[in-house]
């Protein structure tokens, strides 16, 4: 009887062989994939965290100084510049009185628009994929940073890359029993995620080669092991019936070979 090639054990064991292989390989690129976005939040929110302290410290010396907010800003601050940059890429940072006006960027006075729609457009510009429900949770870590309560949290927490933002309090000569006199909020641009999609993009890459590779090492392998087997069941076979004389030979699929006298 004429064995089809999806029933012969060779390609069964191929195919099993295939995969477990697939698998995991999945499960290595998925949990690479997985890895390198949660390291690299943790490290994001670090920096973050630092150049938020680092220029809410500066400004509140300045401001301590006998320097005027807007003044100690300044001298502190970049001027005329929406998006900085970082080791992490673009970040949009904003400095907010306690008069909720932001000081920096310096937009000017536009009449009719009120200072939280001056912060929300900003927020809008640095990620456009921020939900209203981001622009509240940083709304409320600025309330908080008036009363002198850091904030790290993060935004588009539903999404593959979540990102961090920061509010610190700026306080008064930059001494942590200080008053405070405004609050630093670093929101970082878009941008900064292209990273994280540029090594999942790598890691993909990588997968679709591992996996052909993968099959190709099982089709081999079981090509190594049924060969043989399929030898022993034609000599079995051939032994019981008594013919002793019988030369043993395998097909080209490996299976229950030609029986030549």
């Known amino acids: 009887m004429r064995i089809r090639w999806w029933q012969s054990i060779r390609w069964r064991l191929a195919i099993g062989s295939m995969l477990v292989a697939l698998l995991a390989t999945i499960l290595l690129a998925l949990t690479s994939i997985v890895a390198i976005v949660y390291y690299y939040s943790i490290d994001q929110r670090d ?22 907010l807007n003044s100690a800003v300044n001298s502190v601050l970049p001027p005329a510049r ?5 080791q992490d890429g673009q970040y949009l940072l904003m400095v907010i009185n306690r008069a909720n006006s932001v000081v920096y960027p310096h937009m000017g006075r536009v009449r009719g628009v ?30 908080d940073g008036f009363k002198g309560i850091p904030t790290v949290g993060q935004l588009n927490e539903h999404s593959l890359i979540s990102q961090p933002f920061v509010v610190q309090p700026i306080r008064e000569g930059g001494l942590s029993n ?31 080669i591992i996996a052909l590779l993968a099959v190709l090492a099982a089709i081999l392998f079981s090509r190594t092991i049924t060969r043989p087997l399929a ?5 079995a076979r051939v032994m019981v019936v008594g013919n002793y004389s019988t030369r043993v030979s395998t097909n080209a699929g490996g299976e229950l070979g030609e029986l030549a006298h």
Do not use: C, H
């Open 47 to 68: 920096r973050l965290s630092n150049i938020a302290a680092d220029r809410a410290e500066r400004i509140g010396a300045n401001f301590y100084a006998g320097q005027k």
């Open 82 to 86: 929406i998006l900085q940059s970082s």
């Open 114 to 143: 009120k200072p939280r729609a001056i912060a929300g457009y900003l927020l809008k510009l640095a990620d456009p994929s921020l939900q209203p429900n981001d622009n509240a949770r940083i709304g409320r870590a600025i309330i």
């Open 178 to 208: 200080g008053m405070v006199v405004g609050v630093v909020v670093i929101v970082p641009a878009e941008a900064a995620s292209q990273f994280v999609l540029a090594v999942g993009k790598a890691v993909l890459v990588a997968f679709g």
């Open 231 to 235: 030898k022993l069941t034609v000599a």
